[in-house]
């Protein structure tokens, strides 16, 4: 409805201009697109064939800084797609083109939209809007430094990854010269459940011992990691990895809060990788 | 790191004046540069340790905002710090304090995470009974002839000895199952919770 009240508001500018514009911009105006003043206009107000939600989103200008704020955005989601991410980019696109987030696939396997949904982190293109006249309350990834509105300073935990080594790591040449090193199929299936991670960061942000400890403890998501260097099997450095995740801070400020399976919007368990280093640790 | 703490809480407060805060971006560097990236400068109220109560994002931006109107200079005088601070470093990023976005009032609680708390919460209790206790029933005598408000205290509070035994059975229980059960999962993969 409101795409079609966009598209009279154009075609009565473009009848009363046409007679005065030349050609080239002619073809401009005529596109249906919501620019700035045809923004001003769009309001969804309830009626009988809309459905209307509230979001609250976490705003905060680092251009003028001010109290992070809370600002209220209602959603017609009859015209609005059934995720949270179309949410955000309906908001940005028609209501208010300030609001900064990341976004990159919309699919749920780059990890850029990673935010915290009602209380619990996710991706926002991956999380349902949920149905019924309840808010929406859509922050940042908790305990983060915050540089704009949802996008959150992301250094830290990168280090942390680049920190366990991620690499194959080998002292001796592969068995046959100039081939791939061969893993059976077993072998390779024990890493099933720590390839598939896409660092977003929902694991690591939502655990409490992260929270309070972000710079000594490698959070869930370098440990997912550092076990899926550990378990594989053509990797040679297996007992230098395990020594060098064997501290108090790095790994054993896991106190199996478990928030971290929770979160996961791939469905990984990285507490159950842990456990996996905390037992390897025992033995080996 | 714990000097650097300490000297971070003691800039941030009004004692000082604002001409020390130049300093501390080369004060704190070498124990924060290696992992926290230029853009996050941190005030000392964003270390968060068991201790101190921790404060909300917007509480972080009001103390900054409070630093600012410090009746020690005037603002002319803190513009020109933050001009010379945005020199003193890369001299491309302005020199403001990033909030930390929310976590506890906002984080949903979950069964796994209250339990895990609730497991800490029982054994601080049991520490906090058994010493107290141990202290209370070793001193008991002196302390009751020598303070009178006190001896009326416990006079009065004896019926509430019952009911505060039956509270720390209620701790000592869940926390040794809680435990029994980390060690399970620990050591023999049983009662691993499934993911969603």
């Known amino acids: 409805m409101a795409s079609s009240l966009i598209r009279r508001a154009m075609n009565v500018t473009c009848r009363v201009s046409l007679s005065t514009v030349a050609p080239a911009s002619r073809l401009v105006v005529v ?195 550092a076990n899926r260097w550990i378990s594989d099997s053509r990797d040679e450095y297996t007992k230098e990895r395990l020594d060098a995740v064997n501290d108090e801070y790095k790994l054993y400020r896991c106190h199996t809060i478990l928030n971290c399976a929770r979160a996961c919007p791939k469905g990984l368990n990285p507490g159950k990788q842990i456990q996996h280093i905390k037992q390897l640790q025992l033995t080996g | 790191m714990a000097s650097s703490l300490a000297l971070k809480r003691l800039v941030s407060s009004n004692i000082l004046p604002s001409s020390l805060r130049v300093v501390r971006p080369i004060v704190t560097a070498p124990s924060t540069s290696r992992i926290s990236s230029t853009n996050a400068m941190r005030d000392g109220n964003d270390v968060f340790d068991p201790l101190s109560p921790t404060m909300s994002p917007s509480q972080v931006v009001n103390t900054r905002d409070q630093l600012m109107k410090n009746p020690f200079f005037s603002s002319s005088r803190g513009m020109a710090t933050l001009a010379k601070g945005n020199e003193g470093e890369t001299g491309e990023q302005k020199n403001i304090l990033r909030p930390l976005s929310p976590h506890l009032p906002i984080y949903k609680p979950q069964l796994n995470s209250t339990l895990s708390i609730s497991n800490r919460i029982s054994g601080a209790f049991l520490t906090t009974v058994l010493l107290f206790s141990y202290l209370l029933s070793l001193k008991m005598g002196s302390l009751c002839l020598t303070y009178s408000s006190f001896y009326q205290f416990f006079f009065y509070s004896a019926k509430l000895f019952l009911v505060s035994a039956s509270v720390s059975a209620l701790a000592m229980s869940y926390h040794t199952y809680y435990g029994i059960r980390h060690l399970l999962m620990d050591l023999l993969k049983v009662g691993v919770p499934k993911v969603k």
């Open chain 1, 31 to 225: 596109r249906p697109y919501a620019g700035e003043a045809e923004a001003q206009k769009v309001e969804p107000k309830a009626a009988a064939s809309t459905n209307m939600k509230t979001f609250q989103i976490y705003r905060w200008n680092p251009d003028n800084p001010a109290k992070p704020q809370l600002q209220d955005y209602k959603i017609d989601l009859k015209e609005c797609g059934p995720m949270v991410l179309d949410a955000l980019i309906k908001i940005k696109n028609e209501i208010d083109p300030s609001l900064t987030f990341r976004r990159s696939c919309r699919e749920g396997i780059c990890g850029s939209c990673a935010m915290n949904i009602n209380g619990c982190n996710g991706l926002a293109c991956l999380t349902k809007i949920e149905s019924g006249s309840s808010e929406t309350t859509i922050t940042p990834l908790p305990h983060m430094f915050v540089i704009k509105d949802l996008v959150v300073d992301m250094t830290n935990f990168y280090n942390q990854y680049k920190s366990i080594e991620p690499w194959l790591k080998r002292k001796n040449p592969p068995p046959t010269a100039g081939k791939e090193i061969p893993q059976s199929k077993k072998d390779r299936a024990k890493l099933d459940g720590m390839y598939e991670c896409i660092l977003c960061a929902c694991c690591s942000t939502s655990c409490p011992s992260y929270w309070w400890n972000p710079e000594s403890y490698l959070g869930p998501a370098a440990l997912l990691h």
